[in-house]
């Protein structure tokens, strides 16, 4: 079992979830539109394994926050959206 993940907390229940709302809220203040690669920008924003991250970007997906899709060439992104990020 990973550590990281059932003692800090993982998705909706995350405690980083609101830091990971305006986080998105500047990203889109400042003009960001699509992010790619969201999962490792999380990881490396929060300092976190990619467990986490990924409940998180899952979490922030869930409450409208962005969608995460695919490029063309198999690479995550994902849409912010605007108004949404508080």
Do not use: K
């Not at 830091?19 to 889109?28: E, K, S, V, Y």
């Not at 003009?31 to 986490?52: A, K």
Request: with cysteine; hydrophobic share 45%.
């Amino acid at each position: 079992m990973n550590t990281e993940t059932s003692s800090s907390g993982i998705g909706a229940a995350d405690p980083l979830l609101p830091q990971a709302c305006a986080w998105i809220a500047q990203l889109h203040a400042a003009g960001e539109t699509v992010l790619p690669y969201p999962v490792s920008r999380l990881q490396h924003r929060f300092r976190l394994g990619y467990s986490r991250a990924w409940a998180l970007a899952e979490a922030l997906e869930q409450r409208g926050e962005w969608t995460i899709a695919l490029d063309a060439d198999g690479a995550r992104h994902a849409r912010l959206h605007p108004g949404r990020a508080a």
